[in-house]
Nanobody, 117 residues
Framework: QLVESGGGLVHSGGSLRLSCAAS????????LGWLRQAPGKERVFVAA????????SYADSVKGRFTISRDKTKKMVYLQMDSLKPEDTAIYYC????????????WGQGTQVTVSS
């Protein structure tokens, strides 16, 4: 089970930090990711982290502005979002998949992020 928190309303240029609590017994060999869905658009990849090694990847649209991290002890994943833009407005979802899988198979309920201009 994944539970997100930390969304809200922020002005352009501001920052937000999203959190995702994972209740799995073990996350070894899993990838934790953040994806987002803007109104009327498909859900797209934002960032991901290999749980064991901490290796990260980002969508080009957020590179240099967003940072994904994890706390292995607390089983938490974070998305620090800086220099936010109105186009970052979306519902943000935390998701998990086996590192060998192409698609994410478990999702949180999502948290709304709104960036005003």
């Amino acid at each position: 089970q994944l539970v997100e928190s930390g969304g809200g309303l922020v002005h352009s240029g501001g920052s937000l930090r999203l959190s995702c609590a994972a209740s799995a017994r073990t996350l070894t060999n899993y990838v934790l990711g953040w994806l987002r869905q803007a109104p009327g658009k498909e859900r797209v990849f934002v960032a991901a982290i290999l749980w064991s090694e901490g290796i990260t990847s980002y969508a080009d649209s957020v590179k240099g502005r967003f940072t994904i991290s994890r706390d292995k002890t607390k089983k938490m994943v974070y998305l620090q979002m800086d220099s936010l833009k109105p186009e970052d407005t979306a519902i943000y979802y935390c998701a998990v998949k086996l590192r060998t899988n192409k698609s994410y198979n478990s999702w949180g309920q999502g948290t709304q992020v709104t960036v005003s201009s």
